[in-house]
């Protein structure tokens, strides 16, 4: 068994350079990972601080889920190095604008396939007649058994939807509504037409299934991006950067097996927070020499836990803008997200309730109030409490509080929310100013949420 090791800034000869390389400006990507995040590998660019990457993604999940030879359950960008981004760093990134490219798409709830995989449906996918691992396929007409091996012609996909659909979506890309046999059908035959597939993707098009268990069942759209993030200090399978899904990767019978130790270097790129969408900041942990930030997995909409296990995957367009903040040795990500995101006691508060509060706190012998503005720190692990509990410790550390003063806060000023069940939550509450302007991060929550009073 192969054991991957953590990169070191000489085993990134782009990210090695960087010193000397101020980066260039703007960096087009359609370029994609073969499901695993390798520090070990080139990167693209660097781009520079302040600079911006405008790229073409993927769909994520089911068609790279029915894709063997992606060894992960996503197929993401291939990583770009960031100029001067040092191990202990963090990059900012605005999220200029995400669009859904994608005419339609299928989804729904899956059912891996024993025989068909070695440990992990999703990273060691194995053909059933012939034992190749990972094997090239060919399509062969349309349906649940249409994805076959290459070498034997085998049915190789180590996924079926148990419970599935077919969702067409308008022209504005704000509404989408499931359909019929006939109309799943028709997508099907055409299925890299409807899903937008990137030219250089190699996934099969989930709509290739044509599943259509929902008919007629309406739903809004509103895209964010399931994986954004950077590159982990060790390989990995791209859906399994996260505490949850990497938890399958401990003592795992595949080559891309980890330690517990080992899975500390993931950077939890692999979200599924709805809040992850236009107009959001979000703030990386840098664990590799140039940071190596990789997009993909776009939804075109989720409830909050993507409780099916998956929701509608799409193509899209998605443009960034990059800073560098040196020295914030985060383990995971933070979160600004717009204002309508926020949980209700997490909202920043108006004038008007902030001169009741004074009032009140007048009246009880108190000079002023605390300035707080909102954050959200992520948290992941094994199960919705250890993600819980790894957020509050994340945020306890940034903002050097302690645990049971975060959790009051969250309590009477914040929310958890879930994220992904079974493992990703968002820890979000309103901070001092104070410690966010010790931590470098007041810029941000200003820009997105207003400037303090004056005291």
């Known amino acids: 068994m192969k054991t991957p090791v953590a990169a070191t800034p000489s085993s990134n000869h782009l990210a090695s350079m960087e010193s000397s390389h101020p980066g260039v400006q703007t960096i087009y990507v359609n370029e994609f990972t073969d499901a695993v995040l390798d520090p070990t590998r080139p990167m693209l660019g660097p781009v520079q601080d302040g600079g911006y990457i405008i790229a073409n993604t993927a769909p994520g999940c089911w068609g790279p889920m029915i894709t063997p030879q992606l060894r992960g359950g996503h197929e993401v960008t291939k990583p770009v190095a960031v100029a001067g981004a040092d191990v202990g760093d963090a990059i900012v990134i605005r999220i200029k604008e995400i669009t859904i490219t994608s005419k339609a798409t299928s989804s729904g709830t899956d059912q891996p396939l024993e025989g068909r995989y070695l440990g992990d449906p999703f990273v060691a996918a194995k053909c059933p007649d012939c034992g190749a691992m990972n094997p090239p396929t060919k399509r062969d007409g349309i349906g649940k058994s249409a994805i076959r091996c290459a070498n034997c012609g085998a049915d190789a996909t180590p996924f079926h939807i148990s419970h599935g659909y ?44 044509a599943p259509h268990d929902l008919v007629g069942v309406p739903a809004r759209l509103r895209p964010f991006l399931g994986q954004l993030g950077t590159t982990p200090g060790v390989a990995m399978p791209d859906s399994h950067n996260a505490g949850d899904f990497g938890m399958f990767l401990i003592g795992a019978p595949h080559e891309l097996a980890l330690t517990t130790e080992q899975l500390n270097q993931r950077t939890d790129g692999h979200m599924d927070i709805d809040a992850v969408r236009a107009g959001a900041i979000l703030v990386c942990p840098v664990k590799t020499a140039g940071g190596g930030l990789y997009m993909g997995d776009m939804h075109a909409m989720q409830g909050d836990g993507e409780i099916a296990g998956h929701t509608c995957d799409v193509a899209g367009l998605v ?32 004038g008007e309730e902030k001169s009741r509060a004074r009032n009140i706190a007048k009246q009880q ?55 992904r069940h079974p493992g990703v939550v968002q820890v979000t509450f309103h901070a001092p100013v104070e410690k966010l302007s010790a931590c470098g991060l007041l810029p941000y929550a200003v820009e997105q949420y207003g400037d303090v009073d004056p005291v």
Do not use: C, W
């Not at 914030?328 to 995101?341: A, E, M, S, W």
């Not at 692990?381 to 509050?392: I, M, R, S, W």
């Not at 550390?397 to 959790?407: A, C, Y």
């Open 319 to 350: 443009t960034l803008q990059v800073h560098l903040l040196k020295s914030l040795d985060i383990d995971g990500p933070i979160l600004f997200p717009v204002v309508d995101d926020l949980p209700y006691l997490a909202k920043p508060f108006s």
């Open 365 to 419: 012998g108190l000079n002023d109030i605390e300035e707080t503005l909102p954050i959200s720190v992520i948290g992941t692990g094994g199960n919705l409490n250890v993600a819980t509990d790894n957020g509050l410790v994340r945020a306890a550390k940034l903002l050097d509080m302690t645990v049971p003063e975060v959790r009051n806060r969250a309590t009477i000023a914040g929310a958890i929310e879930i994220g």
């Open 166 to 209: 077919t969702i067409a979506f308008d022209e504005q890309h704000t509404m989408g509504v499931t359909v019929d046999q006939p109309a799943a059908d028709k997508m099907a035959h055409d299925a890299a037409h409807y899903a937008a597939l990137p030219a250089n993707s190699i996934q099969n098009s989930i709509l290739t299934f």
